[in-house]
């Protein structure tokens, strides 16, 4: 574990907490708390220094302006965006939900934690 985090290579999520919400709020999301859950892992253990770090793990992933992702959880049928401060290697979670509900929001405005 890092202790100082000027030091510090891993991304730091938050909040983990935006996630576990997600998949307690009704039953049938209950299917994304492994994906999400592994999503998490690998992102705390990630060095990303900028979007093509992300790129080479993430594929499918969709970087947008501002610093903003959108990953696709279990097989798309779930997405979660986050905005990425690389230089602090921070990760905010900013939204997940079903593809269909990811229709309906602006994954470059939608509010970060």
């Given at each position: 574990?890092?202790?100082?985090?000027?030091?510090?290579?891993?991304?730091?999520?938050?909040s983990k907490q935006?996630?576990?919400?997600?998949?307690?709020?009704?039953?049938?999301?209950?299917?994304?708390?492994?994906?999400?859950?592994?999503?998490?892992?690998?992102?705390?253990?990630?060095?990303?220094?900028?979007?093509?770090?992300?790129?080479?793990?993430?594929?499918?992933?969709?970087?947008?302006?501002?610093?903003?992702?959108?990953?696709?959880?279990?097989?798309?049928?779930?997405?979660?965006?986050?905005?990425?401060?690389?230089?602090?290697?921070?990760?905010?979670?900013?939204?997940?939900?079903?593809?269909?509900?990811?229709?309906?929001?602006?994954?470059?405005?939608?509010?970060?934690?």
């Open positions: 574990m890092c202790l100082v985090r000027e030091l510090c290579n891993d991304m730091r999520v938050l935006t996630l576990k919400k997600f998949w307690e709020s009704e039953p049938r999301h209950l299917v994304a708390k492994g994906p999400l859950e592994s999503w998490h892992e690998e992102a705390k253990a990630a060095k990303w220094k900028h979007p093509n770090d992300l790129k080479s793990t993430y594929r499918n992933a969709s970087v947008l302006k501002n610093g903003r992702i959108v990953f696709n959880i279990k097989g798309n049928d779930y997405r979660l965006v986050v905005s990425i401060n690389y230089v602090i290697s921070n990760v905010y979670v900013c939204w997940v939900g079903t593809h269909e509900d990811y229709d309906k929001i602006d994954a470059e405005t939608v509010r970060c934690t």
